[in-house]
């Protein structure tokens, strides 16, 4: 079928003559129509004078060559509103029922209602068969004339230029439509839509449309068109998917396992110091398991404002805890025979965890403002042995372990990922070796006590000058972070059977006092077989197996409402946002 849009006579050159092959251009046109000009007018006037320069000038050079290719199969533009205008009915049969690719953007095609996109970006029409889009934008980002404003522009193609990047019609949102067109998008039916082949009345959305051709219209779509564009009458909205939950890291439960399983070995170790193999493991665990405890502490504390639940955990972890455990041993104390005592503000043993973590997270705010917070914590480390701190609330546990809490806050999850390298590894390996190598050396020449590992003496209790108790320290504080740093080098960082274990720490700590408590009250840790090498490995797989037991998941579920009670009466609602 010609094409029926008028078009006005071709201006005449120069010299007054009509113009020859020369100035009839070469290239796709050609071959799609078969002719130039096309049938029922001349070349258009509505082209730019540019390109009429262009053509008078293309005069002066030789033509090329056409290549000698077979016509590609094209669908005609058809003139919106021409079968109406005539009150005819259109013929589905007939290639001109597809779409105007040059009508407005604005313009639906018949019978279809606009689903989205907006003047000047990709749209789409919503049709009986499915939802189809015009791949020519009113206008481009960069301002380029509209057909709409211009009409129709067919743009000079030389057969060796390059292609240009194909654009894909139905990709919304990421891509915008090109400003202008080439008549090779039009005679390539490789980036027509898959749906082109369905009976042009499924397209149009005109005469009867059976529910099969619209099926296989549909079918006929791009691989997820319908999950961006559906019929809400026919097709539901997909159920969002729930956001999973973040996963804890392995590592750092490992890391907790094999801490507090140390916690429980070195107090089973206590009745049997005066042997030199308890004392020596007893001074290898006691010089970094609680500050390595403490860093991961700290390291698990960074983001511990941002939640109003963790802000809520100071109070059902550790105060109400605290009281909790207190009472508890106090009364467990009565009953082995010894004077009631209960004392809220000094800690009974283990306790004193509890209200010292209290304070290091309450300073956390604090330490996230500062630019060197390492370096001030060291320096009122090194500063608190000047006084005799007071125990309560465990204040001089929280100068003595302050470091180590701090740089939990300032490290970075690289930092294990580094440790986690082989030839750290190994070095780790050897720094091991020779701790337990200085601890062997220390013990059998009765050269150290324990004061300095306890991190609370002053270096008056520890009979030092200021400056050799300061450098006590400094020498306490380097090893304590080499050790730390190797037993992190050498802990599994993928899930392990005892990584679940792990997550209950804080049972583990709270609980297995009671019975290490009982057993050496009773004299069961104290026995002369225990005094030796055999008594060491035999507390250290007793002390192991207790720290499984009393973290399973049954201990937690018997002593949950004790030990992390949920006290929402206790705290106000978070105001609602206004909308």
Not at 24 to 52: C, F, H, N, Q, Y
Not at 474 to 497: G, I, N, Q, Y
Not at 554 to 567: A, G, I, N, V
Request: glycine residues 6%.
């Amino acid at each position: 079928m010609s094409d029926s849009r008028h078009h006005s006579s071709v201006p005449p050159s120069r010299s007054g003559a009509a113009p020859d092959a020369e100035d009839e251009p070469t290239g796709v046109i050609s071959r799609i129509t078969g002719e130039w000009p096309p049938p029922g007018g001349d070349k258009p006037d509505s082209a730019p004078e540019g390109r009429r320069k262009a053509g008078a000038a293309s005069a002066k050079t030789p033509a090329k060559t056409p290549v000698d290719r077979p016509p590609l199969p094209v669908r005609q533009p058809r003139r919106r509103g021409a079968a109406a205008a005539n009150g005819a009915a259109p013929d589905a049969a007939t290639p001109s029922q597809g779409f105007d690719y040059f009508a407005s953007r604005t313009s639906p095609p018949p019978g279809a209602q606009q689903v989205g996109g907006s003047p000047g970006t990709s749209e789409a029409w919503d049709t009986p068969s499915g939802v189809g889009a015009r791949p020519f934008a009113r206008a481009s980002s960069t301002g380029a004339p509209s057909r709409e404003a211009e009409g129709p522009q067919w743009p000079e193609i030389v057969d060796d230029a390059p292609a240009a990047p194909s654009w894909d019609p139905w990709r919304r949102g990421g891509q915008e439509a090109p400003a202008a067109s080439t008549a090779s998008d039009l005679a390539e039916p490789a980036i027509l839509p898959a749906w082109s082949q369905a009976p042009a009345a499924a397209l149009t959305g005109t005469g009867p449309v059976s529910p099969e051709t619209v099926q296989r219209a549909r079918q006929a779509l791009p691989a997820g068109w319908d999950a961006l564009e559906r019929d809400p009458d026919t097709e539901p909205e997909p159920e969002p998917e729930p956001q999973a939950t973040k996963k804890r890291d392995p590592f750092l439960d490992n890391v907790k396992f094999v801490l507090i399983t140390l916690v429980v070995i070195g107090h089973s170790l206590i009745p049997t110091l005066a042997a030199h193999s308890s004392k020596t493991a007893y001074l290898f665990i006691y010089v970094f398991h609680m500050p390595l405890f403490i860093i991961v502490s700290g390291y698990l504390s960074r983001n511990f404002w941002n939640s109003n639940a963790k802000t809520n955990k100071l109070v059902d972890t550790f105060l109400v805890p605290y009281v909790i455990v207190e009472i508890g041993y106090a009364a467990l104390r009565t009953a082995l025979g010894a004077k009631w005592s209960l004392t809220i503000t000094d800690p009974a043993w283990i306790n004193w965890y509890l209200p010292a973590l209290l304070l290091w997270r309450l300073s956390t705010p604090v330490w996230n403002r500062m630019r060197f917070p390492l370096v001030v914590a060291v320096l009122i480390y090194l500063a608190a042995g000047m006084s005799d701190l007071p125990s309560d609330f465990s204040i001089n546990r929280f100068f003595g372990f302050l470091p180590f809490f701090v740089l939990g806050l300032v490290i970075k999850p690289g930092l294990f990922t580094f440790l986690g390298r082989p030839w750290v590894r190994v070095l780790s390996v050897l720094v091991l070796a020779g701790a337990a190598a200085a601890a062997i050396y220390l013990v059998k020449t009765d050269s150290v006590t324990m004061g300095p590992f306890y991190y609370k003496e002053s270096y008056k209790a520890l009979h030092l000058i200021w400056w050799e108790g300061m450098a006590q320290r400094m020498a306490v504080l380097v090893a304590a972070l080499a050790m730390c740093a190797a037993v992190l080098s050498l802990v599994p960082r993928s899930e392990t059977w005892f990584t679940d274990l792990g997550t209950r720490t804080l049972y583990c700590y709270l609980l297995h006092g009671v019975p290490v408590l009982i057993a050496t009250e009773m004299g069961w840790l104290s026995v002369p077989w225990l005094f030796g090498p055999l008594g060491v490995a035999a507390l250290a797989s007793a002390s192991f197996a207790l720290a499984i037991v009393v973290s399973m998941p049954f201990t937690r579920t018997l002593f949950k409402w004790l030990l992390e009670p949920r006290l929402t009466w206790l705290y106000r609602r978070p105001r609602q946002e206004s909308a």
